[in-house]
């Protein structure tokens, strides 16, 4: 029996595309001016730039006088955002798997108080947080913001991890302890390869966190030799002095092409996020 001709998948499809392009045209417009503002003089009545120049991205090559070295400031940032990511997956792939697999006392109790402490915004608890950490010494540093924005983000990580261990089959681990394994050996070996596509989406989540917020270090870590690319970017929009709208522009682009190196490279597995475990 000859089987069945399937739809073409173009011709169900191209409608949602053409609106999705049609729709994200004006976005993409924005992103292309916002460049070419940074490589380009124009007169503030003029329409059209009158030449190319990169005195925009002069930061680039030297430090501009009240601020911080901007490669100096990238590396702060990138240790924020990587130490960050690397707690968040350690503790959240430890505690998940302890919540999903373990009958621990009170498991339900510590659940919801994860899920209550996820609800209060970070700003709430700035106050509380700004005085720990100037009693422990750890104002003005980035251990102190790194451990405080891990600990925001643990609750949200804790849950997902959860939930993909949940999706793992008791089959793949028992089979592990019928051969002798350890409970370690096991949750290393055949649990976690698992749930890769959970961690490698929490470590994308918490990483693109670490690099964007501003809240947390702007009140916790001001100052110039622990400042990270949020913090430096804000500078530029206080500064009446050298205020340089195209220059902040610029650090805005430099500012997001990481991210978009980072979105390209692991997209994937967000595309794969319920691919955990297979049951049966």
């Known amino acids: 029996m000859a089987e069945r001709s399937q739809p073409s998948a173009n011709y169900s499809s191209w409608p949602v595309i053409s609106a999705l392009t049609i729709v994200s045209l004006p976005l993409l417009l924005m992103y292309v001016y916002l460049f070419l503002d940074t490589v380009t003089v124009k007169q503030a009545d003029a329409l059209l730039p009158s030449g190319l ?12 006088e009240g601020k911080a070295n901007i490669w100096q400031v990238t590396a702060n940032t990138l240790l924020f955002a990587t130490c ?5 997956l350690i503790v959240s ?17 510590f659940l919801a108080g994860v899920m209550v402490l996820h609800a209060f915004p970070s700003v709430t608890l700035i106050i509380a947080i700004f005085i720990v950490l100037q009693m422990i010494g750890l104002y003005n540093s980035l251990i102190g913001v790194i451990l405080v924005k891990a600990a925001i983000d643990l609750p949200l990580g804790i849950w997902l991890m959860k939930g993909f261990y949940d999706t793992v089959p008791w089959e793949i681990e028992m089979a592990g ?3 002798g394994a350890s409970r370690f050996r096991v949750w290393r070996s055949l649990v976690l390869p698992q749930v890769k596509p959970g961690i490698m989406a929490l470590g994308l989540f918490s990483f693109l966190s670490g690099w964007g ?3 947390l270090p702007q ?3 001001p100052g110039n030799q ?3 690319l949020s913090v430096y970017l804000a500078g530029f929009l206080f500064d009446d002095n050298n205020y340089d709208f195209n220059m902040f522009k610029a650090v805005g682009v430099f500012y997001l092409v990481p991210v978009l190196i980072v979105y390209a490279v692991f997209n994937k597995y967000l595309m794969n996020i319920y691919g955990g475990g297979n049951k049966g």
Request: aromatic content about 14%.
């Open 93 to 109: 792939s430890m505690a998940g798997y302890v919540l999903s697999r373990l009958n621990v006392p009170a498991r339900g109790f």
């Open 84 to 88: 960050t990511t690397s707690v968040v």
């Open 226 to 228: 622990v400042q990270v």
């Open 53 to 64: 120049t990169l005195d925009h991205w002069r930061f680039l090559w030297q430090t501009m």
């Open 219 to 221: 009140v916790l870590a």
């Open 177 to 179: 302890v019928v051969d």
């Open 213 to 215: 917020e501003f809240i």
